[in-house]
């Protein structure tokens, strides 16, 4: 298993941005499948965004063109840009990894976790 450390949560206001990052350890990331998942308190993990090892990017309908996944190779690093913030994007984010083919919106294609970042949205 990899080793996946988010970071870059916080507090912002309706309409703010915020920038997450997904740390990967190994030596082996530029082969790596990458994705961003969130959970609310009381409701299910959902699918925001992944992005493949040959940079194919998928994103969930929800966040409507707001958000923005990237990857440095050479910093074993993932980003989630975050713009127009809303309310109901309030969640922990997680950051995941997958090998092979899968389909990047099913959680269960994941091999890896992290431990999560806290974002709140006040409106």
């Known amino acids: 298993q990899v080793q996946l450390v988010e970071s870059g949560g916080g507090l912002v206001q309706a309409g703010g941005s915020l920038r997450l990052s997904c740390a990967a350890s190994?030596?082996?990331?530029?082969?790596?499948?990458m994705g961003w998942f969130r959970q609310a308190p009381g409701k299910e993990r959902d699918f925001v965004a992944a992005?493949?090892?040959?940079?194919?990017?998928t994103y969930a309908d929800s966040i409507k063109g707001r958000f923005i996944i990237s990857r440095d190779n050479a910093k074993s690093t993932v980003y989630l840009q975050m713009n127009s913030l809303e309310p109901e994007d309030t969640a922990v984010y997680y950051c995941?990894?997958?090998?092979?083919?899968?389909?990047?919106?099913?959680?269960?294609?994941?091999?890896?976790w992290g431990q999560g970042t806290q974002v709140t949205v006040s409106s």
């Open positions: 992005i493949s090892w040959n940079l194919i990017t």
């Open positions: 995941a990894l997958r090998l092979g083919n899968f389909n990047p919106r099913f959680s269960g294609a994941y091999d890896s």
């Open positions: 190994g030596r082996a990331f530029s082969s790596y499948n």
